[in-house]
């Protein structure tokens, strides 16, 4: 079975331009969510979709990041306009929707996103 | 505010047991404690999840106190290959709102 994926893996662009990274969350699991570390920092909770529904978005920094989840699939993280601050590694995570102790959250590999 | 106390590091050697401590004095009812492992450019791995008392998986064992405030993370024999941070996390999940709230981690060194 697949696992998270991401992608691009690595993308350098320039303040003031746009980037969208996306996440494939393995096939069946309706709760999707988004991560990022900015450098030096910890990990940071940044929204949870459930199906094509957000969650929970409280994590969202400002409204520079777009997230859409269109059909309960895949995930887009739009930036728009990047900081220099957005500079960090996002990861995706996805899970089952189960109830108690079984909520094992699976990661992507995360995208590295630099802002020059 | 993560609701977690972790070691900022720890070393020890191939073959040897390593238990990494976490306090989490404001454990709520509801609350799971979870560990994740994450190594350099990739994303954290679940490792072992717990509510009271004992888990073993077959990658590690959690020991939880009766008052919850902290738990330990035990890795059997560990190999350079274990060298990673390693994450302890509490959390309600059965919120519909969960998310993972997360510390600095411990990093932990394996020598030869």
């Known amino acids: 079975e697949a696992g998270v994926t991401q992608f691009p893996s690595h993308s350098v662009i320039e303040k003031g331009q746009t980037v969208t990274l996306r996440c494939d969350p393995i096939s069946g699991h309706d709760n999707l969510y988004w991560y990022r570390r900015v450098m030096g920092k910890e990990i940071k909770f940044l929204l949870h979709?459930?199906?094509?529904?957000?969650?929970?978005e409280s994590g969202m920094p400002n409204n520079r990041f777009l997230a859409e989840r269109t059909g309960g699939t895949y995930s887009t993280l739009k930036v728009q306009p990047a900081e220099l601050e957005d500079s960090g590694v996002y990861f995706c995570?996805?899970?089952?929707?189960?109830?108690?102790?079984?909520?094992?959250?699976?990661f992507g590999p995360g995208t590295r996103l630099t802002v020059l | 505010l993560a609701k977690t106390t972790q070691p900022i590091s720890m070393d020890s050697y191939e073959g040897q047991e390593v238990n990494i401590t976490c306090s989490h004095n404001n454990i709520a009812t509801n609350d799971y404690i979870t560990w994740y492992q994450q190594f350099p450019s990739q994303g954290p791995r679940f490792i072992i999840q717990g509510y009271k008392t004992k888990v073993t998986n077959e990658v590690a064992s959690l020991f939880i106190p009766a008052d919850r405030k902290s738990s330990t993370l035990s890795l059997p024999r560990v190999s350079l290959s274990d060298t990673a941070v390693y994450y302890c996390?509490?959390?309600?999940?059965?919120?519909?709102?969960?998310?993972?709230?997360w510390g600095a981690g411990t990093k932990l060194i394996i020598k030869p």
């Open positions: 995570a996805s899970s089952q929707v189960v109830s108690g102790s079984d909520n094992e959250q699976f």
């Open positions: 996390l509490v959390g309600d999940s059965m919120d519909s709102n969960y998310q993972l709230i």
């Open positions: 979709f459930v199906k094509e529904s957000k969650q929970d």
